[in-house]
């Protein structure tokens, strides 16, 4: 849980989904619109309750602004970037009315450089990093963003940032330093293309999980993600007393991902008893916090995960799974991947710095920072 210095009622709030966890366990995942409202409203009271100027009557509106337009960025995938840049121009709006070196201007900026990177525009993210490194050097999440940048788009600044990591006493640090460890990995991930590349021990309880994709406008399933069914189709057959997860809850015409999942399933003689749904996740690290409470749920506890997605998102997908196997203490765990075949993608190139950016920033986010406006996405 990060301490006061990092969450203080001065400032737009950004909370670590981690302090959150506990209302999913509680089975309050669909009432999340409800507890945003809800913690959005008493952000802003707290923080401007004492004192209410003009300026910061300006400012709550500016964030505001910013706050509802990454909610429906959410919910409208389609008009996301949209309303991402929109989110953007009011936080440097309100950015510019608040002090300098305030706790509450480095919440901005941290939302302003988690949503520039977001948005794929790394230059200004580059530059709202140097403005936070200058005035915040000592702030954990700012040293945790310098070397995930540096990392990328300045390699010869990494390891002089990734030494502030290692010697920081902040008691929440060794974790981050241990997602760094996983990125490097998942950079360098062996993607395995056929089932029979993946070898269990005998005894073994394995699970295949298969990651869900945005239904068709007509709630059908679309090219790639069939290819992803057909994958986690052939691990199946090969390890017949696996029990398969179907992760993805997106709603199109009225049906999830996960649901036209599993009658695509039943529909190729896998039985109805052998599937599980997971039908709440709206991202992939969600679906991999998901996917890990229905593991430890389930009896007997799985020792292998079978991790089927396309060739783009496996590392991605890999890192994500190896983070959310350290939070749970669950390192005995073994995650296998299994990817699809996506169209004009080929394992054996280099990877892009947008992949890196991806593979960074969501295994962060499963290790507990979610920088944006208002609260956690």
């Known amino acids: 849980m990060m301490n006061n210095n990092l969450i203080c009622k001065n400032t737009l709030i950004l909370l670590p989904y981690k302090n959150f966890l506990f209302l999913i366990k ?13 913690i959005i409203l008493s952000t802003l009271s707290l923080s401007f309750g004492n004192n209410i100027t003009p300026k910061s009557i300006a400012s709550i509106s500016l964030k505001q602004k910013a706050i509802e337009n990454v909610q429906y960025s959410i919910f409208n995938q389609q008009s996301a970037d949209t309303y991402l840049r929109n989110a953007i121009d009011a936080l440097e709006l309100a950015m510019k009315q608040t002090d300098p070196d305030s706790k509450e201007l480095l919440q901005l900026g941290l939302s302003l450089f988690s949503l520039q ?8 993210a580059g530059e709202t990093l140097d403005m936070l490194v200058e005035n915040f050097p000592d702030n954990p999440i700012v040293q945790i963003y310098d070397s995930a940048y540096s990392y990328i788009f300045d390699f010869s600044n990494f390891r002089k940032a990734f030494v502030k990591l290692e010697t920081s006493k902040w008691p929440d640090m060794p974790v981050y330093v241990n997602a760094f460890d ?3 990995r998942s950079f360098n991930l062996h993607i395995n ?3 029979n590349q993946i070898q269990l021990e005998r005894g073994s309880i394995p699970v295949i999980v298969i990651l869900g994709s945005p239904l068709n406008s007509n709630a059908s399933m679309n090219e790639y993600l069939i290819k992803r069914l057909y994958k986690g189709l052939e691990a199946y057959f090969r390890f017949p007393e696996a029990t398969i997860i179907v992760s993805g809850g997106r709603v199109t015409a009225g049906k999830t991902e996960s649901y036209q999942m599993r009658q695509w399933l039943v529909n190729s003689s896998v039985p109805l008893k ?28 799985p020792t292998d995960i079978i991790l089927v997605t396309s060739t783009a998102d496996i590392r991605r997908a890999n890192a994500i799974f190896k983070q959310e196997a350290f939070d749970n203490s669950m390192l005995d765990i073994k995650i296998h991947n299994l990817a699809s075949e996506t169209k004009g993608y080929n394992i054996m190139y280099p990877l892009t710095d947008y992949e890196k950016v991806m593979i960074i920033k969501d295994t962060l986010r499963a290790a507990g920072i979610w920088q944006m406006p208002g609260m956690i996405f």
């Open 26 to 38: 509680m089975k309050y995942i669909n009432v999340k619109f409800t507890i945003i409202i809800f």
């Open 117 to 124: 990177i977001e948005t794929k525009e790394y230059n200004q």
């Open 182 to 184: 996983i990125i490097k």
């Open 193 to 195: 293309t056929g089932s």
């Open 274 to 301: 052998k599937i599980i749904l997971e039908d709440q996740s709206f991202n992939m690290v969600w679906q991999g916090v998901n996917t890990f409470m229905t593991i430890k749920n389930m009896n007997p506890k």
